[in-house]
C-alpha cells in the first residue's frame, strides 16, 4: 500500500460553501448561466455530493449521459477534420503489421471551431468545476486520441500533472469517448494513486513516436523520483477501475491519477477520445527543466505568466465560477 495524503482530499470534501466573490469579478460564466445542448438543466442536481466524495477519495468518477448527442456530433466533425489535417503537434504513436494507427494530437481549440464551440459553450466547465468542488475553472488544453480499428495498442500508466507547465491538486482531465467502449477497451485508473505521497518518475512518450520528437529521458529529470510502478506487471495488487462508456458519458480524473490502456479494441471497434484538461483554485504555473509535455512554458511566457502565477489570459480562460452566496 502506498502512503496516502489526506489534507488535500479532506478540503475538496463537500460542505456549506460561501464564496466572498463580487459578482462584478465574475468571467465568462457562472452557475447560471447559459448552456447550449445541455441535456439537463440544472448541473448543480447532476454532480450529486456522491460525486464530489468519490472524485475527491477514489481520484476518478464517470457521469453518465451528460452530454448532449449535439456535442459528440459536433466533436466527431472536428476530429474528422483533425485527422485530415494535423497540428505540427500530430503524431503517431503507434503503426501496426496491418496499418491500423494510433493517433495523437492537442492543443488544436483555438484552430479548430467545433473544438472551440465545446469548449466554451458546453457544460464541460461547470461539471469539472462541480466534480472538483472548486470555485472557478480555467481551460488548459485539449488532446484527442484515435485508434483504428481492432487496435491492439495499449497506453502505457503514467500521471498527466508530472508532464504539465502547471501544479496544483485541483486539476482534472474529462476523457469522452465518441463512439461506444467496452470496459476493456476503456482507460483503466488506479484507485486512490492520484493521493500517493510518492513523486515518480513517468514514461518516455516521445518513444512511442518512432522518430526524434520529444525524446526526453524522464527519469534524469529530478534525482527524487521513484521508479514508476509495474502496473501491468502487479494488477492483483491494486484496484483497477474502468467502465463501459457510450457516446454522452464522461470520466474526470484527477491529473495525478495513475492511469492508462484503453487500447484493446474488438476487431470491428475503433475509438475517438475528445480529452480536455481543467485547473481549478489551487493552480499555479509551474516550469520543470525537461519533460513538459505539453510544453506551454514558452507561450506562457509570452503572455506574461512566470512560475508561481495563476494560469488565466486569452489561452487559459476562466469558463465557470460558482454563484456567489448572497451574505
Given amino acids: ?146 485508434r483504428s480499428t481492432g487496435s491492439q495498442f495499449r497506453t502505457p500508466f503514467h500521471q498527466d500533472e508530472p508532464y504539465w507547465s502547471v501544479e496544483g491538486f485541483d486539476t482534472c482531465s474529462a476523457w469522452m469517448p465518441l463512439v461506444p467502449v467496452a470496459k476493456r477497451s476503456a482507460l483503466e485508473f488506479v484507485k486512490g494513486s492520484h493521493a500517493w505521497d510518492v513523486r515518480y518518475a513517468q514514461t518516455n512518450f516521445g518513444a512511442l513516436t518512432g522518430d526524434e520528437r520529444d525524446q526526453v529521458v524522464y527519469d534524469q529529470v529530478e534525482d527524487n523520483l521513484e521508479p514508476f510502478p509495474d502496473i501491468e506487471g502487479n494488477r492483483e495488487q491494486y484496484e483497477i477501475l474502468s467502465w463501459d462508456m457510450e457516446p454522452g458519458d464522461v470520466a474526470i480524473f484527477n491529473a495525478r491519477m495513475i492511469h492508462g490502456g484503453s487500447g484493446l479494441l474488438h476487431p470491428d471497434r475503433d475509438l475517438k477520445v475528445f480529452n480536455t484538461q481543467w485547473l481549478g483554485d489551487d493552480v499555479r504555473v509551474m516550469f520543470r527543466p525537461e519533460g513538459m509535455d505539453p510544453d506551454h512554458s514558452q507561450v506562457m511566457t509570452e503572455h506574461g505568466l512566470a512560475p508561481g502565477d495563476r494560469v488565466g489570459g486569452p489561452l487559459y480562460p476562466e469558463l465557470w465560477r460558482r454563484e456567489p452566496v448572497a451574505v
Fill in 1 to 146: 500500500m502506498k502512503a496516502t495524503t489526506t489534507s488535500s482530499i479532506r478540503r475538496r470534501l463537500p460542505g456549506k460553501r460561501r464564496s466572498r466573490i463580487s459578482p462584478a469579478s465574475r468571467l465568462r460564466r457562472t452557475s447560471s448561466g447559459p448552456r447550449r445542448g445541455c441535456p439537463v438543466s440544472n448541473l448543480a442536481d447532476v454532480i450529486t455530493h456522491q460525486h464530489i466524495v468519490d472524485f475527491a477519495t477514489d481520484g476518478v468518477v464517470c457521469l453518465r449521459q451528460v452530454i448532449n448527442p449535439d456535442w459528440i456530433e459536433t466533436l466527431t466533425a472536428g476530429l474528422a477534420r483533425n485527422v485530415a489535417d494535423p497540428s505540427p503537434r500530430g503524431r503517431v504513436w503507434s503503426t501496426d503489421e496491418h496499418g491500423r494507427v494510433t493517433f495523437y494530437d492537442s492543443q488544436v481549440w483555438q484552430e479548430i471551431p467545433e473544438y472551440r464551440d465545446f469548449v466554451e459553450n458546453s457544460p464541460m466547465a461547470e461539471l469539472s468545476g462541480r466534480v472538483m468542488n472548486v470555485e472557478a475553472v480555467n481551460f488548459f488544453f485539449d488532446a484527442i486520441f484515435t
